[in-house]
């Protein structure tokens, strides 16, 4: 096969950690699959400094285009640039991290380039084939794609970030415009603050519906979070109710994490949230309800009101830690 094209995505000219996991699932292809070169492209502002440092992550070559047309993430010109760079004659497969981005990009990539596409893959088979999960992760199939041109999006938490090896060679890739326009930036609101990406996150602290209100997630969720230097999330119940915002959103339909501790405080456990989170190596439940389904994965599980809970173990945290 042709050559491998991983798409790097950056956050304030920074390599997301999930782009390194999708450089070592590309690795695994390149290996199945008999493919020629592995090579990365990164687009936006300071992407030719990211490509720099980038490149010792056993690459053949990097690219990096830093258009003013390309200063935010929109689908149209993102996609014209990659699927252009693809269509240069030497790529048969394209991977990227199954981030929001990664996820509205690739499909776009995979229509433009007339590629099949295997999404969230969580592993790569020792025929080539790949597994992934369906059904909220109740199945996981082995499947194939037949195309000859291959798109595959990777689960960030199922794959070790890649680690440094030989140096690539560093080159600007062009700017395409797209065919048609289709919306503009308007504006880019970070909701985190100064806390962890959720995807990257060691440690995470989950509200759910039963904190009532965003108030009381400002009250309960944040001294906690903030003491143990986590990242915030929310069930999707919670992000619906207007009590945390869709990027907080943890599960089947929003962000996928494994992060060494998982704190969910008020979070029933529908399935559709444990397929978000039940990979994180220590699980800790707080709910007032003993019958709720998240104790059944949890590590450790406490039977109580969590507005009587959070804070004395914030106070306790503080305690020990000395603050």
Request: proline fraction near 4%.
């Amino acid at each position: 096969m042709g050559d491998i094209l991983v798409f790097l995505q950056l956050h304030e000219g920074s390599l997301l950690k999930a782009s390194l996991s999708a450089v070592s699932a590309a690795q695994e292809l390149k290996q199945r699959w008999n493919c020629g070169r592995l090579v990365g492209l990164l687009l936006g502002p300071r992407s030719k400094e990211a490509a720099a440092n980038a490149a010792r992550y056993g690459f053949d070559e990097l690219r990096w285009c830093e258009s003013s047309e390309l200063a935010h993430y929109l689908a149209a010109p993102y996609a014209s640039t990659v699927s252009a760079v693809l269509k240069g004659g030497e790529f048969d497969v394209f991977v990227a991290a199954a981030t929001s981005i990664g996820k509205d990009l690739t499909p776009r990539i995979a229509a433009l380039w007339d590629a099949g596409q295997a999404s969230d893959i969580i592993a790569v088979n020792p025929d080539g084939s790949l597994k992934r999960p369906m059904y909220a992760g109740d199945i996981l199939a082995d499947v194939e794609i037949t195309s000859a041109k291959k798109a595959v999006t990777v689960r960030p938490t199922a794959f070790a970030p890649a680690v440094e090896g030989k140096s690539g060679s560093v080159t600007e890739a062009p700017y395409t415009a797209a065919a048609f326009a289709a919306g503009s930036f308007i504006e880019y609101k970070g909701s985190g603050g100064d806390r962890p990406e959720l995807g990257d996150a060691a440690i995470v602290v989950s509200g759910g519906r039963a904190l009532q209100s965003a108030e009381n997630f400002e009250k309960y969720i944040f001294p906690l979070a903030d003491v143990l230097g986590a990242a915030v999330g929310a069930s999707r119940a919670a992000v619906d109710s207007g009590y945390a915002p869709n990027d907080w959103q943890v599960g089947q339909t929003g962000k996928v994490v494994a992060p060494q501790l998982y704190i969910a405080a008020g979070i029933s456990g529908a399935i559709q949230h444990l397929a978000g989170m039940k990979d994180s190596k220590v699980i800790v439940a707080i709910n007032k309800d003993a019958e709720a389904p998240i104790f059944e994965i949890a590590d450790y599980g406490l039977v109580a009101d969590l507005f009587e809970a959070l804070p004395k173990l914030t106070a306790e945290i503080k305690r020990i830690k000395g603050q």
